[in-house]
């Protein structure tokens, strides 16, 4: 590897010399400026803090990597001393950074290395929702500024409300898009990541099957965050831009397994009461809406319901119905205001801060409960992975917009995502004291 004036930065040798003694490092870090930087990482107790961040299994398994891609370089038939260990000769653990680092930059998948960079320069920032409907990605810049956003159907928690657990075939698919994103991540030089799972991996009694083979994919472990903090996350984000006039904010994130409530009046700030419901668009069409379409007591049982969750929420947190402005999220939201500006191709400038009103919503549930799957996947907005559960999406907010009394919903596309940036962000720029 070189740099752009063209002087090696890294440089690989053979893992024998001419007389057959065996050099257990394969890539060596010679760039003069990368070389000081990790010397000043290591001086301030760089290789005790690589230890304490980066998962210790993941730790071994590039050095597996290591001693694999080592040992395909040996000789046919070799039969003498060969090297032997890990990363740089190392057995466990982190012993160089400057081997790790090497490594990463000639295109290793060493999580140590990646570690390294993301500590020698501002590097790009990523959050990953893996929710019950989708799983998304929000790459930003430096400064937090957007760069990519993604969004695929996983369907992850498929099944997770009647059965409890997840399915192989849900975690297979989510798996191959957090590949997909962890290249697109690569792509980025995006440095430190954080990754949620949220309503179906809190019910799913083997979610570690997922978060195992999550973390080595992406190379950090998924958290699985609580209600109240996924509520927190998405109040941050969705009203950082947002006018303080319109204060006090009641935001509703409508997923795919819950719905979370969060109110306060501090644009970006903490909500001051948060809960998270078990309402969502999947979990309301699975138990529910079982038919094509969906009966109508079925459509009445389901709002029924809701509604009385929410009757339930309020005499615990009054204080959601003091807010002044109703901010909805996520793909059901995003859907109908695209599906009332009839889009044929997804808009982030025409969605997002759109105003539905309650009577668009009740209008749009009563066309949309009366279709068939076929004639909704027809409709200009309706994303085919929503299909089938955009009605039980629409129920909520109906159901969410009548018991609160909004006659208008404002829709945004910043969320639960932009909230887990600002997090690295202000983590990036706390004072650092070391391990």
Not at 285 to 300: W, Y
Not at 381 to 409: K, N, S, W
Request: proline share 6%.
């Amino acid at each position: 590897m070189r740099d752009a004036g063209g002087d090696p930065v890294v440089i690989r040798n053979d893992p024998l010399l001419v007389d057959g003694t065996p050099m257990p490092t394969l890539y060596w870090l010679v760039g003069r400026e990368e070389r000081l930087a990790v010397d000043r990482l290591e001086a301030g107790g760089g290789v005790r803090e690589a230890e304490a961040a980066v998962d210790a299994e993941e730790v071994a398994r590039s050095h597996a990597r290591y001693a694999a891609e080592r040992g395909r370089l040996l000789p046919p038939g070799w039969e003498g001393p060969a090297p032997s260990g890990g990363v740089g000769g190392a057995r466990a653990g982190v012993k160089c950074l400057h081997a790790h680092y090497a490594w990463f930059l000639a295109g290793g998948d060493d999580p140590v290395g990646r570690w390294v960079a993301g500590r020698l320069r501002p590097q790009s920032l990523a959050a990953i929702d893996c929710g019950t409907n989708s799983t998304r990605l929000l790459v930003a810049d430096a400064e937090g500024r957007t760069v990519e956003r993604l969004m695929r159907i996983t369907r992850l928690g498929q099944g997770v409300d009647e059965t409890g657990r997840l399915r192989p075939v849900a975690i297979d698919r989510t798996i191959s898009v957090l590949s997909e994103y962890r290249t697109v991540m690569d792509s980025f030089g995006v440095g430190p990541v954080r990754i949620a799972a949220t309503s179906a991996a809190r019910d799913a009694a083997n979610r570690e099957d997922f978060f195992g083979r999550a973390q080595a994919v992406v190379g950090v472990r998924p958290e699985l965050l609580g209600g109240d903090t996924e509520g927190a996350l998405s109040f941050a984000g969705a009203t950082a831009g947002l006018d303080p006039s319109g204060a006090p904010w009641l935001v509703a994130d409508i997923g795919g397994g819950s719905t979370e409530l969060a109110v306060g009046d501090e644009p970006g700030g903490d909500p001051i009461d948060v809960v998270s419901l078990d309402v969502g668009c999947v979990r309301i069409s699975e138990r529910f809406l079982d038919g094509d379409p969906p009966a109508v007591p079925s459509i009445a049982a389901a709002r029924r319901h809701v509604s009385g969750v929410l009757k339930e929420a309020s005499a615990v947190h009054p204080g959601f119905g003091t807010a002044a402005t109703l901010v909805g999220l996520a793909g059901t939201v995003a859907s109908l205001a695209a599906i009332d500006q009839r889009l044929d191709e997804y808009d982030r400038s025409r969605v997002h801060h759109y105003h539905l009103s309650r009577q668009c919503v009740e209008e749009m549930l009563d066309v949309l409960a009366r279709d068939t799957a076929e004639q909704r996947a027809r409709r200009p907005g309706v994303e085919p992975g929503r299909v089938d559960v955009i009605v039980g999406g629409t129920i909520v907010l109906a159901a969410l917009m009548d018991h609160f009394g909004f006659d208008d919903c404002l829709t945004s596309e910043a969320d639960i995502l932009d909230g887990m940036v600002m997090s690295l962000l202000q983590a990036r720029s706390a004072p650092h004291t070391g391990v």
